[in-house]
T-cell receptor, first 114, second 118 residues
Framework: AQSVTQLGSHVSVSEGALVLLRCNYSSSVPPYLFWYVQYPNQGLQLLLKYTTGATLVKGINGFEAEFKKSETSFHLTKPSAHMSDAAEYFCAVSDTGANSKLTFGKGITLSVRP | NAGVTQTPKFRVLKTGQSMTLLCAQDMNHEYMYWYRQDPGMGLRLIHYSVGEGTTAKGEVPDGYNVSRLKKQNFLLGLESAAPSQTSVYFC?????????????????FGPGTRLTVT
């Protein structure tokens, strides 16, 4: 069975500071990995995904994540936080077979201080 | 192209009442999903469908029923609402995993329905 661990429920950074949101997963097969963002009162929007190939994945709004198989991690980073980045972020894992489904982490709320 | 839409956006029910949430997608996706989102719990899969006329249970199916009579629609029903079903419900859709290539594992989400059961 797959699982996703997002440590902590809330991260606060200053505008312009580095954003680092951690995600660790467990999967019995090579996984596909996703980060979704949810702005207040909205649905989830895909930020980026890792399927195969390059382990450093770039997404929208300046975010990127690196798949590290040895550490079973897929941490999300952004060099310089912007006020508009304040949202909830979900890491998710999927296996690669037919009828595969997403397993979500519990989410991390990012606050950005002026 | 509207993507995934959900009806209604908000609803308040009394305990024991029934209701149906409607999800519609215009992307010709085979797979559709219903999730519930609760604080500190992330998203949990209620039911899903791999094609018209088929449904399957997810992680938290109790108290819910679903139907997929048309490919573009996926209905979630609560026959007798309970306060524990107060939540935000999200519908999502995707192409068939493994069929159309790696991009098919991405799920597209609707805006959500906020349900309160008193």
């Amino acid at each position: 069975a797959q699982s996703v661990t997002q440590l902590g429920s809330h991260v606060s950074v200053s505008e312009g500071a580095l954003v680092l949101l951690r995600c660790n997963y467990s999967s019995s097969v090579p996984p596909y990995l996703f980060w979704y963002v949810q702005y207040p009162n909205q649905g989830l929007q895909l930020l980026l995904k890792y399927t195969t190939g390059a382990t450093l994945v770039k997404g929208i709004n300046g975010f990127e994540a690196e798949f590290k198989k040895s550490e079973t991690s897929f941490h999300l980073t952004k060099p310089s936080a912007h006020m508009s980045d304040a949202a909830e972020y979900f890491c998710a894992v999927s296996d690669t077979g037919a009828n595969s489904k997403l397993t979500f982490g519990k989410g991390i709320t990012l606050s950005v201080r002026p | 192209n509207a993507g995934v839409t959900q009806t209604p956006k908000f609803r308040v029910l009394k305990t024991g009442q029934s209701m149906t949430l409607l999800c519609a997608q215009d992307m010709n996706h085979e797979y559709m999903y219903w999730y519930r989102q609760d604080p500190g719990m992330g998203l949990r899969l209620i039911h899903y469908s791999v094609g018209e006329g088929t449904t399957a249970k997810g992680e938290v199916p109790d108290g819910y029923n679903v139907s997929r009579l048309k490919k573009q629609n996926f209905l979630l029903g609560l026959e007798s609402a309970a306060p524990s079903q107060t939540s935000v419900y999200f519908c999502a859709s995707s192409t068939t995993p493994g069929l159309a290539g790696v991009g098919s594992y991405e799920q597209y989400f609707g805006p959500g329905t906020r349900l309160t059961v008193t």
